[in-house]
């Protein structure tokens, strides 16, 4: 298991050290700055073995965060592991930065003390951990023997993510549905792959503990229903999706997800993502983007890029940037677009092209002359694909919700009662064309 | 309030300011001066002068002030341990405190802090904690018996802990039940003969209802150790997979790798006609491929797991080909990994897109990722016969670009191509030829000779060519230098004419002026024959060659097998079996899959089950260069190999084979003392592997049957010493058991009875299995002889010497003590044959300061005798080469509790003088494993 866990700062400092097994000495610590943190070329592995000793870890920002074992963990759940440990510590105090790891050093430690014991990770969820660890030091010494059984058995219980007693005037609940659309296009327009990959994210604010059951318009299960009224389906046209696959916060009970394809849960209060899932087939792509670069001799590039949206007319997306990479040894760039603003950006190598609204079925296009520098570099230059983001007011997957329902057996409220929005946004993934 | 001003804290004095301060009357002022001790702590000073000051801040009723000290005390308390006793008494009543998260503060601190005369005092309440009403308590509380166990073995197994977290399986708390099933998986890692994690259909029922229940990390402890249980058949098989499949959806990705673990091993139970193993293949692979969509890091572990899979069962992700394209932000490693995992589903169904993909890679930046899709392309024409067409123009195309390292990895890979396709992209030599002067590292420099020595009647110049890089012969590589040498020879025998003065050069060059023995042996071989028989000359070197595999980098299956029960963990991340990398005889236990049911099969537990690969997946070729290669054991492949099952594509050359196929493999050789990266030209010798995988299957059926070497039985206890009772012995082993025979003689005027017999706590846990039966008493001058069965389950203390054993023996007159030797190999186990693979892994692996050298003086043996008469003792011959005329032999063996010692014996034919070379993780076995060899080999 987990023999050690390290905090460094970018120069390679301790911030944070924690050891839970004897046979991680403190020389571990040392090693690790000098081997990684140190080293002058690029991190080749996030799992890097000195001297038989195993180091896993993840960056956030500038900070490191190492775990150390001598063992033959398990590898997926170090790493799952710290993801959750970035998780807790921004959900306590914010962004991940070395100023915010030295205020809160003895929280830091607390948590740690808590959340993995003997390398064993714990109950980690943040609405539990808040109970009874804090930063205005801890509560605990102040409670009556029923607060302090609740907060045990909320930690170890079944349903460890909520507790008995919550209560809201106003019972409310919002679902996002939030889809990154990742596209890789051959500059001929093919599609070489193309895949959503989506979360519903939930923010509830229910009393009591209830029951919900959340329903999509999946194939699967739209088609077993639609056995008596198959016309329903056919006359409807793209109703259902079908979904590739979908991975579920722990409070999805997953055996009846498998055996009935039904989603039922008792959620945590406030935000939580419910579901990820990931779709191939009939993806809308929201925008397509042709590329025509030409080579004029040896010193000179034009390029010709056109981007066409895809989608219903009384619809408009945002935040549309369309990036072009241009040559290392670019001396200068003359832009033309008919809509937004486009800049060449020497640093960054590219062509940064910005427009901030756009409806769907429009065109518009840019065309550039690139001046080069002459070089002997024999080396071609690789020319990386052209990138585009954006955000639509729709789930490129087709994704509909259709319904959530809440059920509290024991408060008097209904399903009726409860508020519900639903929201969708596409944004861009990785949306590559290659030129 | 801000905590960061600890950190800046560095005047001098500084400590004796601390102790000022931690002894204020003011709570506040304390708890401030414990928090600077902790951040002097973590940034690591020595804040260890500070122990008694800061442990007098325990007794606090303030919970923050509490676990900063004992945050403290976990550092120092080994520094320390007299001091740390001051600290016994708060923890005892903490541990009795009403509120539940303080007992359980307490009773998780104790246990982490190292010192035995604490431990001492923490059973008693960890006793108490374990029972607790409070699940949270007791949850805490099954970690500690881990803890504990670590401390001190022998003081959890003498308190009953083990039991106690048995019981806690049944808890009915999830928590408190998966944290029981950490500890206790942990626990039977260190004690692989116990059966402590008794599973049985009902145990696994528990867990399986636990699943659904306990937090994400609970359900990743309790997946993983039902992967450590075999099924009685393929019925419960697949009810535990229904079970398990559910976890494929779950958010936590290390939950979803447990759960295929547990999936691919019981699937190796069910039958492929099953409808069920077809669905089951059919939901592997939708969470595999939601992997790659997690961060980077989870997504290079899936990746090097998902490496395992698609060579185990290839047929889970053959149509997901796309997901793994490769792209332009991805990190490094998840590139290269992909790009792996790319070549493995390449099929002539989508080599289209997988061609014009690695196209595309081939132009990027990174050297290392463009140098490997390189040699993708290559290894895609050699897969799938008809895009080779397709793969020559496209390297034809990278070699056009000039970029150096593009150009010589295309080189090195057309050479594999022309020799699966002989005879049909010759065309293309000419463009090879213009870039004859880029090359500068030796394997392009090799491949590119061995081409123009292979194609020399078509290439005009070829003379002119070889004879422009013998100028430099001794600055070239010994990869150049023997590539070379066989080129000029080939050119000899196809144009005998013009080029006699360039093959006299060489020649003399490799013979002569070389220091390198393989090269000069291998110039003599060629003299000789070419100044004898050049037509038998032209016949070996010019003999048809036998077509490389298709893969090259498969891990061996054996290994494949134990790695696919890893899944997840880091073992099937570094891609090498846990005695690789961890210390100890920790995770050390070899696991294998469960082999495909068969009721017969069914009591036998994991470890001891065999490697139960289906006959119909075995590779037709053992690959000879994996990951694990060593330099050991390439010297074998040069060598003729005799015996009977020799490669099809050898047996075809006809009379002379034995030697053609020997210098065949001669002339492939210069790849095999190439460093291990060398992946690609090892398939040059691979039907050469499994010839010589046979050999070795030959010389492990030799001997078996016969049981070790048993001494003469000698006097322990003579009669004078035990008032009249005389005591002679010795120690045997048959058949996988060991007993103690002895002969008890009556030399007393009185009749002896009621004996029994005790052994004191030995290095290995040797004790009695059985009473001490003497059936009727024993009257005055009468002998008997009895043999009693020992076990190595006995508690375990390092003696001095290792092998002496300390026995008491009682009888009606008195007690009786002596102490006697045993040797050894009694305690070799009849499963010590180590793999080659790992043999060769470990024997780097070992440390050398841990090799001992030992002389083995008058043994009129050879090698054979040698081998079979420390088979029949349980010490395995795993390889064996000759070189210079003297005999190696690698061999392996194991003893009882798990240690593996490695032996180099080198024998020289006519000198009775052995040299034996002694690698083992506990050298201090050495001198005795080296006794029991001159015991075996001298009897």
């Known amino acids: ?415 009726h009662d409860v508020i519900k929005w639903v929201r969708y946004i596409g944004r861009s993934g990785i949306y590559e064309t290659r030129c | 309030m801000t905590d960061s001003k600890y950190f800046t804290t560095t005047k001098k004095g500084e400590i004796f300011e601390l102790k000022a301060e931690l002894n204020s009357d003011k709570k506040e002022k304390k708890k401030e001066a414990v928090k600077k001790v902790i951040a002097s702590m973590t940034v690591g000073k020595d804040v260890s002068a500070l122990f008694p000051d800061v442990v007098n801040c325990m007794q606090t009723d303030n919970l923050e002030l509490k676990k900063l000290v004992y945050l403290y005390l976990m550092n120092y308390a080994k520094s320390q341990p007299d001091m740390a006793i001051m600290a016994v008494n708060t923890f005892v009543k903490d541990c009795e405190d009403p509120n539940p998260l303080i007992r359980a503060l307490a009773v998780r601190t104790m246990g982490c802090i190292r010192v035995d005369k604490i431990t001492e005092y923490l059973c008693e309440p960890l006793r108490k904690c374990l029972k607790d009403e409070d699940p949270y308590v007791r949850k805490t509380a099954a970690v500690c018996v881990a803890k504990l166990h670590d401390i001190n073995a022998q003081l959890v197994e003498d308190q009953g802990f083990l039991d106690t977290l048995k019981d806690l399986i049944s808890d009915s708390n999830p928590m408190v039940v998966a944290n029981a099933v950490a500890a206790l998986s942990e626990i039977a890692e260190s004690h692989p003969s116990s059966n402590l994690l008794d599973l049985n259909p009902q145990s696994i029922n528990k867990l399986l209802t636990a699943l659904n229940e306990c937090t994400e990390w609970g359900q990743i402890f309790i997946l993983d150790c039902l992967a450590n249980y075999t099924p009685k058949d393929d019925r419960e098989a697949q009810s535990i997979c229904e079970r398990v499949t559910p976890r494929l959806s779950h958010a936590n990705s290390a939950v979803v790798l447990s759960a295929v673990k547990v999936l691919m091993k019981f699937m190796e139970m069910l039958s492929k006609d099953l409808d069920y193993y077809g669905t089951l293949l059919k939901k592997l692979a939708p969470p595999l491929v939601t992997l790659l969509s997690a961060e980077p890091e989870l997504q290079y572990v899936a990746l090097r797991n998902i490496n395992l899979i698609v060579q185990k069962r290839p047929e889970v992700l053959k149509h997901e080909m796309k997901v793994f394209f490769v792209k332009y932000n991805d990190p490094i490693y998840v590139k290269l990994e992909k790009l792996d995992i790319m070549i493995r589903l390449a099929s002539q169904a989508n080599i289209a897109q997988v061609l014009a993909e690695l196209k595309e890679y081939a132009t990027e930046v990174d050297v290392d990722f463009v140098r490997k899709a390189v040699r993708a392309i290559g290894r895609c024409a050699i897969k799938v016969e008809q895009s080779a067409e397709r793969c020559v123009s496209t390297l034809l195309d990278l070699i056009q670009t000039k970029v150096n390292y593009v150009v010589q990895e295309a080189i090195v890979v057309i050479k594999d191509i022309f020799r699966k396709y002989p005879n049909k992209y010759e065309s293309v030599i000419a463009t090879l030829c213009e870039n004859l002067d880029s090359l500068d590292e030796p394997e392009a420099r090799a491949a590119m000779i061995w081409i123009v020595g292979e194609y020399a009647e078509r290439i005009d110049n070829a003379d002119e060519l070889l004879e422009s890089f013998l100028e430099g012969f001794h600055d070239e590589s010994t990869q150049v230098q023997l590539q070379l040498l066989t080129a000029i020879v080939k050119l000899f025998l196809k144009k005998p004419t013009e080029t006699q003065e360039l093959v006299q050069q060489v020649l003399s060059l490799a013979t002569q002026d070389s220091d390198n023995p393989d090269l000069r042996d291998r110039g003599y071989i060629y003299w000789r024959l070419l100044s004898t028989d050049p037509v038998a000359a032209k016949e070996v070197v010019l003999a048809e060659k036998p077509l490389i595999s298709e893969e090259t980098d498969l891990i061996e299956p054996t290994l494949l097998d134990e790695l696919i029960c890893y899944i997840g963990t880091l073992a099937s991340v570094y891609h090498k079996p846990p005695s690789a990398f961890v210390e100890g005889g920790r995770g050390v236990v070899h696991k294998s899959l469960p082999p495909r049911t068969a009721s017969s099969e069914s009591t036998e537990s994991p470890e001891t089950a065999p490697a139960g690969a289906p006959p119909g997946e075995q590779l037709d070729t053992v690959p000879t260069q994996g990951d694990l290669l060593g330099d050991l054991l390439n010297l074998d492949l040069g060598p003729p190999v005799s015996g009977p099952p020799l490669a099809t594509s050898a047996v075809q050359m006809g009379a002379v084979d034995l030697l053609g196929g020997g210098l065949d493999s001669l002339i492939g050789a210069p790849s095999f003392v190439a460093p291990p990266a060398a992946a690609v030209p090892a398939n040059l010798g691979a039907p050469m592997g499994s010839g010589l995988s046979d050999l070795f299957d030959l010389t492990s059926g030799v001997g078996t049957l016969s049981g070790s070497y048993v001494a003469p039985k000698a006097v322990w206890l003579p009669a004078m010493k035990a008032k009249g009772l005389e005591i002679s012995g010795t120690f045997t082993r048959q058949a996988g058991s060991i007993s103690m025979d002895l002969q008890l003689t009556n030399k007393a005027l009185q009749v002896m009875t009621d004996f029994a017999i005790q052994f004191n706590r030995n290095s290995f846990g040797l004790a009695p299995a059985a009473p001490l039966q003497v059936h009727a008493p024993l009257s005055p001058t009468q002998t008997v002889e009895i043999s009693l069965p020992l076990s190595t389950a006995g508690s375990v203390m390092k003696t001095e010497p290792l092998n002496s054993l300390q026995v008491a023996v009682k009888n009606n007159i008195d007690v009786f003590y002596f102490s006697t030797l045993y040797p050894l190999h009694i305690l070799f186990v009849e499963d010590g044959k180590m793999d080659r693979q790992v043999f060769l892994a470990t024997w780097k692996d070992i440390p050398n300061e841990n090799e001992a050298q030992f002389q083995i003086r008058d043994c009129p043996l050879n090698a054979e005798a040698v081998s079979s008469r420390l088979q029949s003792s349980s010490i395995f011959t795993v390889a064996r080469r000759n070189v210079e005329g003297q005999d190696m032999l690698y061999q392996s063996l194991k003893l009882t509790n798990g240690i593996w010692v490695l032996a180099e014996l080198r024998i020289q034919p006519g000198n009775p003088s052995f040299t034996l070379s002694l690698k083992c993780r506990a050298p201090e076995v050495s001198q005795h494993v080296y006794q029991a060899y001159e015991t075996i080999l001298k009897n």
């Open chain 1, 1 to 415: 298991m987990i023999g050690g866990l390290f905090i460094y700062n970018h120069k390679g400092e301790v911030l944070i050290s924690r050891v839970y097994r004897d046979d991680i000495g403190r020389n571990a610590v040392d090693a690790f700055r000098v081997n990684v943190i140190h080293a002058r070329q690029q991190v080749r592995s996030p799992v890097t073995n000195i001297a038989r000793t195993s180091f896993f870890h993840v960056k956030r920002s500038n900070i490191w965060l190492a775990a150390v074992t001598k063992q033959n963990v398990n590898a997926a759940m170090v790493f799952e592991f710290l993801y959750k440990m970035c998780d807790v510590m921004a959900a306590y105090f914010g962004k991940i930065s070395e100023e915010n790891i030295k205020n809160n050093f003895v929280l830091i430690y607390e948590l740690l003390d808590e959340i993995l014991d003997f390398g064993y990770p714990q109950n980690s969820e943040t609405g539990a951990l808040k109970t009874f660890i804090t930063q205005q030091g801890i509560k605990s010494q102040h409670q009556t023997k029923e607060e302090q059984s609740q907060i045990t058995s909320q930690v170890t219980g079944q349903i460890g993510w909520r507790w008995e007693g919550i209560k809201y005037r106003r019972n409310e609940l919002f679902l996002d549905v939030l889809e990154s659309v990742n596209l890789l296009m051959s500059p001929q327009g093919q599609v070489l792959s193309a895949h959503v990959s989506g979360r519903v994210v939930m923010k509830s604010y229910l009393s009591g503990m209830p029951e919900c059951k959340f329903g999509m318009n999946d194939k699967i299960v739209i088609e077993k229903q639609g056995k008596g009224t198959a016309d329903e389906t056919s006359k409807s046209g793209k109703q259902s999706i079908a979904i590739d696959d979908c991975t579920f916060h722990q409070c999805v009970r997953l055996s009846k997800f498998d055996s009935e394809r039904s989603i039922s849960f008792i959620p945590p209060d406030r935000e939580f993502e419910l579901m990820r899932y990931r779709t191939t087939k009939d993806i809308i792509l929201p925008f397509r983007v042709i590329p025509l670069v030409r080579e004029v001799g040896h010193t000179k590039l034009e390029v010709k890029v056109v981007i066409k949206s895809n989608f219903k007319p009384s619809l408009l997306a945002q935040k549309i940037e369309v990036r072009i990479p241009t040559p290392l040894n670019t001396s200068g760039v003359q832009v033309i677009c008919m809509k937004g603003k486009a800049k060449y950006k020497a640093s960054e190598n590219a062509i940064v092209w910005k427009i901030k609204r756009m409806a769907g079925m429009k065109e518009s296009q840019i065309s550039a002359e690139i001046e080069l520098l002459p070089t002997n570099d024999k080396k071609k230059w690789a020319r990386p694909p052209i990138s585009m983001n954006f955000e639509v007011p729709f789930a490129p997957s087709g994704l509909k919700v259709r319904y959530l329902k809440v059920f509290e057996p024991k408060l008097n409220y209904s399903d």
